[in-house]
């Protein structure tokens, strides 16, 4: 038996590890993204001698990047992964971008996941969740709870700082890796989302990161841009803006430096 306890975000099972978890939910579907959270997942589910296969939802809204770390870990871990196209772009309740865009978004990735997974005769979804994750009131959360998606990094009290040590010390070569938003969240609520904005979205944070920035985001406002940097790179991107907005030229109106990552 194990205590159950509840912490800032949410409900923990003292003494439950992922091995036991595994031990005792011997067959899973992981709802994959590439990021440190779902990598390490998918690695401690293959690790521990379980039958789970990836399942990667591409869309419009990850860069493409995501599926190429994607690819890399589940090789790397030895696990099978799928790809399941998807045009997230064809819901107008998504392309709308309400304040709960993300919901709606969540219901069609992980109702497409699910159906694809039960298919192949997997009954249990899981994702990376993590017991650092603040899930009050976020409509993706809300989705995964009404669609039954368990979260066993979470469920075990595993937090986003642990993740990333045992990630390192597995040799994910995610385990440093920022967390990184959809395309999507840089375009305001109540703005129409496009393939263009998108695609726009990925070319200006693709020339940021060539310049070596990280954990950064380039959110649009009306046809301007305004980019967000991490603290300890502010001084960087205030000293290099001159050659930002060359690279950006032509994409924008204006750029500016807007401030600081949370």
Not at 102 to 108: A, F, I, P, T
Request: net charge negative.
């Amino acid at each position: 038996m194990f205590s159950v306890v509840s912490g800032a975000n949410g409900e923990y099972n003292i003494g439950m590890d992922l091995g036991l978890f595994f031990r005792e939910n011997n067959r899973a579907a992981v709802a994959f993204s590439g990021g440190v959270d779902s990598s390490y997942l998918l690695y401690a589910a293959a690790a521990s001698g379980a039958d789970v296969t990836a399942y990667y939802a591409r869309s419009q809204f990850p860069p493409e990047f995501e599926l190429e770390d994607a690819r890399a870990v589940a090789e790397l871990a030895g696990a099978e992964m799928k790809v399941i196209d998807l045009d997230v772009l064809a819901d107008e309740t998504i392309t709308s971008n309400p304040e709960d865009r993300c919901y709606h978004c969540k219901l069609r990735i992980m109702g497409s996941i699910i159906r694809e997974a039960a298919a192949d005769g997997y009954g249990l979804i899981i994702d990376g969740t993590n017991a650092s994750d603040d899930t009050d009131d976020r409509p993706g959360t809300r989705a995964l709870r009404e669609l039954g998606v368990r979260s066993p990094l979470r469920e075990c009290g595993i937090t986003k700082d642990e993740v990333r040590r045992l990630s390192r010390e597995a040799g994910l070569p995610v385990w440093d890796k920022p967390a990184y938003a959809c395309l999507a969240t840089r375009i305001p609520h109540g703005e129409k989302i496009t393939a263009e904005k998108l695609a726009r979205t990925e070319r200006a944070e693709t020339m940021m990161a060539e310049m070596g920035f990280r954990d950064f985001r380039v959110r649009m406002r009306g046809d301007k841009a305004l980019i967000q940097v991490p603290a300890d790179q502010y001084d960087k991107a205030s000293g290099e803006m001159e050659e930002i907005r060359k690279r950006l030229s032509g994409m924008y109106s204006r750029v500016d430096l807007d401030s600081v990552t949370s």
